[in-house]
């Protein structure tokens, strides 16, 4: 694998974003409970708008990501106007780097089973489709110890161990991952 910022690959593909664009969540800038970074290096502009009390318009480039294994990047003006030019990503993540399982909005859905675009639209207008415990979304399942143990975790980082706060946040997230109903077997 090689080393290299997002940036760099952002730059080099001509604004294309392939697998390369995304890198350990832990090496982005971290603001509140997620990260941030700017494929287009205009970095200072995304960190304004996401530490704006009062909300804005995010940059083309700018990439939030709460977990490893999903992404919003915002793009060009005109990309999608339904989406505020968001296009959201499924990602599989290891320590050999990214792969993009799913891309656009409409299609991508999480690992919860919900749509990305159906949670994010409810997000009120001044928050550029990002969704905060106040910005008018639904609420997830995921707990803020889990998102924090997955970021910690990230397979792509360079992890020495886990402490046993987040080995036992990501036991939790596994048992509400874990399929429920009449035909699953229970231990």
């Known amino acids: ?60 480039g700018t990439v939030l990501q709460l977990v490893p294994t999903e992404a919003m990047v915002k793009r060009d003006k005109h990309f999608n106007p339904v989406t505020h030019d968001w296009e959201f990503f499924e990602l599989d993540v290891s320590k050999d780097g990214t792969e993009i399982r799913k891309r656009g909005f409409a299609e991508v859905v999480n690992r919860f089973g919900g749509n990305c675009f159906g949670c994010h639209i409810q997000a009120r207008p001044e928050w550029d489709l990002v969704c905060e415990m106040d910005h008018g979304c639904a609420p997830i399942a995921l707990t803020r110890a889990m998102s924090g143990a997955l970021q910690r975790t990230d397979p792509r980082c360079n992890v020495q161990t886990v402490s046993p706060e987040d080995a036992e946040a990501l036991k939790q997230l596994n048992e509400l991952l874990k399929p429920s109903g009449p035909n699953t077997k229970q231990e």
């Open 1 to 60: 694998m090689s080393v290299g910022s997002a940036q760099d690959s952002a730059v080099q593909g001509k604004g294309q974003i392939d697998a390369k664009s995304f890198r350990c969540i832990t090496e982005m800038t971290h603001v509140r409970q997620f990260y941030v970074d700017n494929l287009l290096g205009n970095l200072d502009a995304t960190l304004a708008v996401a530490n704006s009390p009062t909300g804005g318009t995010y940059p083309p």
